[in-house]
T-cell receptor
Framework: GAGVSQSPSNKVTEKGKDVELRCDPISGHTALYWYRQSLGQGLEFLIYFQGNSAPDKSGLPSDRFSAERTGGSVSTLTIQRTQQEDSAVYLC???????????????FGPGTRLTVL | GESVGLHLPTLSVQEGDNSIINCAYSNSASDYFIWYKQESGKGPQFIIDIRSNMDKRQGQRVTVLLNKTVKHLSLQIAATQPGDSAVYFCAENMGYTGGFKTIFGAGTRLFVKA
């Protein structure tokens, strides 16, 4: 597709279960970002990947959260032992490249709405 | 700490009027600013950007103004239409060792009354 895609669009899970959220960035984009958006709130940065460099994990809220990006393309965000406060929309974005002082916009996917019961 | 924030969480305007959405940022080293529009159920979409070496940039019906002296950013929408109803986020790109990070503001919800 032409844009960033995410799956599933909605996920309902029980407290304590693990979930995996998937992001397919725009082909050729080397930078990939994950954000979390609680209801009516702004975007909370979680993690970003740039090419083959080590990811910036500074935004991950706890060690229950992890992400990987295979082959520089698809990314999976994993939340272990989900808690009710993890309920939010998880947004993925990609960007053509990210260099110091690079003027690049981010292209967002539609998000995955996670509900933890 | 570093932050990008908005003065008004909600804004209600009459169709056809001009809208102004404001944003304050705190990092004077930020050199790139972006406005995004987020419609219900969708991810944010790029509207317009501006580099720190500029004071004003115009797009189609939108204008972004940057005042570095007071660290203020604004988005002006001319002849606001019902389709402009959305949440608007400002964002700044801040450099750090190894790259840069984008920090988003809290967002302003724009309601357009017919």
């Amino acid at each position: 597709g032409a844009g960033v895609s995410q799956s599933p669009s909605n996920k309902v899970t029980e407290k304590g279960k693990d979930v995996e959220l998937r992001c397919d960035p725009i082909s050729g984009h080397t930078a990939l970002y994950w954000y979390r958006q609680s209801l009516g709130q702004g975007l909370e940065f979680l993690i970003y990947f740039q090419g083959n460099s080590a990811p910036d994990k500074s935004g991950l809220p706890s060690d229950r959260f992890s992400a990987e990006r295979t082959g520089g393309s698809v990314s999976t965000l994993t939340i272990q032992r989900t808690q009710q406060e993890d309920s939010a929309v998880y947004l993925c974005a990609s960007s053509p490249r990210q260099l110091a002082r690079s003027y690049n916009e981010q292209f967002f996917g539609p998000g995955t709405r996670l509900t933890v019961l | 700490g570093e932050s990008v924030g908005l003065h008004l969480p909600t804004l209600s305007v009459q169709e056809g009027d001009n809208s102004i959405i404001n944003c304050a940022y705190s990092n004077s080293a930020s050199d790139y600013f972006i406005w995004y529009k987020q419609e219900s159920g969708k991810g944010p979409q790029f509207i317009i950007d501006i580099r720190s070496n500029m004071d004003k940039r115009q797009g189609q019906r939108v204008t972004v103004l940057l005042n570095k002296t007071v660290k203020h950013l604004s988005l002006q929408i001319a002849a606001t239409q019902p389709g402009d109803s959305a949440v608007y986020f400002c964002a700044e790109n801040m450099g750090y060792t190894g790259g840069f990070k984008t920090i988003f503001g809290a967002g302003t919800r724009l309601f357009v009354k017919a």
